[in-house]
């Protein structure tokens, strides 16, 4: 079983940065693909970015894409998202979640693991 803890969530003001931070535990952090999705109410969760076991194997939303950065760190077992250039349209809950795979994926059903999420509230 793995456990998910998100931070970093914030208010911020558009054109700031922020950077989100999953801690894992209780398993192989290293063998899971990890990814983050958002959701805001009374809409479906969202892929935002995702990073399977190379870290070079990468994948965004297109909404994110040249704005936000995913990466890991398997010594440390975190995975942070980097987000640069906040617009309105980026507050949301964000999740953390983690697949048993090797492979990146943006399907919110091929995750395993979830965290509580973390608010992120961009203001203009």
């Known amino acids: 079983q793995v456990q998910l803890v998100e931070s970093g969530g914030a208010l911020v003001q558009a054109g700031d940065s922020l950077r989100l931070s999953c801690a894992a535990s209780g398993g192989t952090f290293s063998r899971y693909t990890m990814g983050w999705f958002r959701q805001v109410p009374g809409k479906e969760r969202e892929f935002v970015a995702t990073i399977g076991w190379s870290v070079g194997a990468t994948a965004y939303a297109g909404s994110v894409r040249g704005r936000f950065i995913i990466s890991r760190d398997n010594a440390k077992n975190t995975v942070l998202l980097q987000m640069n250039s906040l617009k309105r349209e980026d507050t949301a809950v964000y999740y953390c979640?983690?697949?048993?795979?090797?492979?990146?994926?943006?399907?919110?059903?091929?995750?395993?693991?979830w965290g509580q999420g973390t608010q992120v509230t961009v203001s203009s």
């Open positions: 979640a983690a697949r048993n795979s090797p492979w990146p994926s943006g399907n919110t059903n091929d995750y395993d693991y």
